[in-house]
């Protein structure tokens, strides 16, 4: 039996005991596949984390970077409470488009808005009305393209409180990320924003490898200290 194979096995049985079967988001999956998104959402594990890590948290307000189909969404937003909100930013008006229907289909939309545009400049607006209603947000999840990963932690902490949390996805680029001399924009992106969680003065962060059905990846967690 291959390794591959074997992270598989163990993924399954994993989902099978802690995140079971669930229509919503099996059907937020085949929407997003039949809408022809790419098929790169967050495994059902790590969903599960982000649930428990917003839940844990006490998070009443999350800011999501990279929406796609929607299915990092449902799993956040079903940590809030009933007056919780999410903001979840989208570069694609087609995947938001996917992403709007799944998210009214798993009955999120009320506490869930998804806004379209580059992330960069809906953070900028964003900061723009936190300044007017000072409100921080109290968990950021990173999953967007990865070379502007060092502005989205810097758009992170001017959004959130001390105690928030900021989870970036996918740092591990399949082992690149150890490379220095790899001049990839999704590689230096990642290594600058790891750097940066290190080095700053105002976070306190890991960064974790994982196997599994997505292959071989990880997450970096950072907490934002006073």
């Known amino acids: ?122 953070l900028a607006a964003l900061a723009d009305e936190t300044a007017e209603n000072p409100a921080p947000f109290d968990l950021v999840f990173i999953d967007a393209d990865k070379s502007n990963n060092p502005h989205y932690v810097e758009w992170a902490l001017k959004l959130t409180r001390p105690g928030s949390l900021i989870i970036i996805d996918n740092v591990v680029r399949g082992g690149r990320v150890a490379d220095a001399d790899n001049t990839s924009p999704d590689v230096q992106g990642t290594r600058t924003a790891i750097e940066l969680i290190g080095s700053h003065a105002r976070l306190s962060g890991t960064a974790i490898q994982t196997v599994g059905k997505k292959g071989y990846d990880g997450f970096a967690l950072a907490r934002v200290l006073a």
Do not use: C
Request: no cysteine.
């Open 1 to 122: 039996m291959s390794e591959s194979q074997v992270w598989n096995d163990v993924d399954d049985y994993f989902i099978s005991q802690l995140a079971p079967d669930d229509e919503v988001l099996e059907a937020t999956l085949r929407d997003s596949e039949a809408g022809g998104l790419p098929q790169i959402a967050v495994s059902a594990t790590e969903g599960k984390l982000l649930h428990l890590l917003a839940q844990i948290q006490g998070a009443s307000r999350i800011l999501e970077i990279g929406t796609l189909g929607g299915y990092s969404t449902i799993w956040l937003a079903r940590a809030l409470p009933a007056d919780g909100r999410l903001i979840s930013l989208e570069y694609s008006p087609k995947h938001a488009e996917v992403a709007t229907r799944n998210l009214a289909r798993a009955g999120l939309d009320k506490i869930v808005e998804v806004r379209v545009g580059p992330a960069l400049e809906s």
